[in-house]
């Protein structure tokens, strides 16, 4: 049977210091067991996919189980440690800073740990940021916030100059938290590191709010998003149902995936569209989405939308130029604004009375503190990132996989980004929940 290694995670070298841990060498003693290196999980659980290997004779893909290890590459005591946040706010960042710190003190006895302040730009001095010295007492409380005590920013740094800020403040390991662009620039340190030949692991804490990180099966703050827009969709009904073909219109958050939009819908099933930036809908025509949503009105006298930022941008001018933010985002235009026009001048035209309300509460979201489920994912997130950095892992993030906490290379994650399959289970629960027509 042939095997080759897709998710092998990059390590500095022999790990070969015993670990603080008092943990246990074997099962069946009640004391939870170090992961062994051959622990791993599966990438694909199907029927299908373990016939196809047992077929071709080949081992299936796997990736590594996280969790403490027996043996460090790091000695904890002379380990320092530094923690950045990047990109936009998301539920949860102060969490994972803070289980950041807890683990690495309480764990591994680790005396100094870095925070390094408002994103990439904190590892360019002539940016003039300070670092941020952590503390168990420092971060104790934080979880209680949204946004980071850290601050971030956007955009891309001088990977060179940064490695140079970790050699020369003695960094060991770099916790890094963000997104697709985040994670990029990790790998990219992560390479220049390695070219170096200089003993830093870099860890990434994948976090965005869109959930749109590929492989793994959710990212942080993505659950508190739906769960706080769940209210103001509630409260957006009652506007809709107030009035004679009331129509409410709300926008979420989700530049390339509708994930936050999908969810909502499902989580609250008085919403009667939900349109995404995965599906090329069109809004006239007899099968277009203002003849559904006429349809609506007839029979139901109100409908709520909800629609994520990133829809509907096949329906602007092609030939206004676009822009970029400081990450090399495209500066989507307000899909929002633009149904509210259409959908008025289509009713006026029909003389038909419509009275339309427009609710944007994008940035209320992503600045929410984390829900208890999401504080429990970032705690766990935290920890094994902290052992699997001990261990000498490097280059890798921390995710959930068919419910197991498993480390993969960055490189593997970044290649594209996670969206709705139209086609699938996820999608037709939402559409189950609206009622809408499958294609518009």
């Known amino acids: 049977m042939t095997f080759e290694n897709l998710y092998h995670i990059t390590t500095l070298g022999n790990a070969e210091k015993s670990s603080p841990l008092r943990l246990s060498k074997t099962a069946g003693n009640k004391i939870f067991s170090f992961i062994e290196e051959h622990d791993q999980v599966l990438?694909?659980?199907?029927?299908?996919?373990?016939?196809?290997?047992?077929?071709?004779?080949?081992?299936?893909?796997?990736?590594?189980?996280?969790?403490?290890?027996?043996?460090l590459f790091f000695e904890p005591k002379n380990v320092t440690a530094a923690?950045?946040?990047?990109?936009?706010?998301?539920?949860?960042?102060?969490?994972?800073?803070?289980?950041?710190?807890?683990?690495?003190?309480?764990?591994?006895?680790?005396?100094?740990?870095?925070?390094?302040?408002?994103?990439?730009?904190g590892l360019i001095p002539e940016h003039g940021h300070d670092f941020m010295k952590l503390t168990p007492e420092k971060v104790k409380d934080i979880h209680e916030f949204g946004g980071t005590i850290l601050g971030s920013s956007r955009?891309?740094?001088?990977?060179?100059k940064m490695v140079d800020t970790l050699k020369d403040n003695h960094i060991n390991m770099l916790f890094t938290i963000g997104g697709d662009g985040t994670l990029k620039g990790t790998n990219a340190i992560g390479e220049e590191i390695e070219r170096r030949g200089l003993d830093i692991a870099v860890v990434g804490i994948p976090k965005t709010i869109d959930n749109d990180i590929d492989l793994i099966d959710k990212s942080f703050g993505f659950e508190t998003a739906f769960d706080v827009a769940s209210p103001i969709i509630r409260d957006a009904h009652n506007e809709a149902t107030g009035a004679f073909n009331g129509i409410s219109i709300v926008k979420l958050m989700g530049r390339d995936s509708g994930f936050i939009a999908a969810s909502t819908a499902i989580a609250m099933p008085v919403v009667n569209f939900v349109l995404v930036p995965e599906m090329a809908f069109q809004l006239d025509g007899e099968k277009g989405f203002l003849k559904a949503l006429e349809h609506r009105l007839l029979t139901k006298q109100h409908a709520l939308i909800v629609v994520a930022e990133?829809?509907?941008?096949?329906?602007?001018?092609?030939?206004?130029?676009?822009?970029?933010?400081?990450?090399?985002?495209?500066?989507?235009?307000?899909?929002?604004?633009?149904?509210?026009?259409?959908i008025k001048t289509y009713f006026d035209a029909a003389g038909t009375q419509t009275t339309i309300k427009y609710i944007d509460p994008s940035y209320i979201i992503r600045s929410a503190p984390a829900n208890a489920n999401d504080s429990l994912f970032c705690n766990r997130l935290a920890y094994h990132a902290v052992h699997g950095a001990m261990a000498g892992k490097t280059k890798f993030i921390v995710g959930r996989l068919n419910n197991r906490f498993v480390y993969l290379p960055i490189s593997k994650v970044v290649n594209k980004r996670k969206k709705i399959d139209l086609e699938g289970g996820f999608w037709f629960a939402a559409l189950q929940s609206t009622g809408q027509p499958y294609v518009m």
Do not use: W
């Open 43 to 71: 990438a694909d659980v199907s029927i299908k996919g373990f016939e196809t290997c047992l077929q071709n004779n080949v081992r299936p893909a796997c990736f590594e189980k996280a969790g403490p290890r027996e043996k």
């Open 83 to 121: 923690i950045v946040t990047c990109g936009g706010l998301c539920p949860g960042l102060n969490n994972v800073i803070r289980s950041l710190v807890m683990a690495l003190h309480y764990f591994y006895d680790v005396k100094r740990i870095i925070g390094v302040r408002y994103g990439y730009e």
């Open 155 to 160: 955009g891309a740094q001088s990977v060179p």
């Open 310 to 342: 990133g829809a509907g941008q096949h329906l602007f001018d092609s030939d206004t130029a676009t822009s970029t933010d400081p990450s090399g985002n495209v500066k989507h235009r307000d899909i929002g604004l633009l149904l509210k026009e259409r």
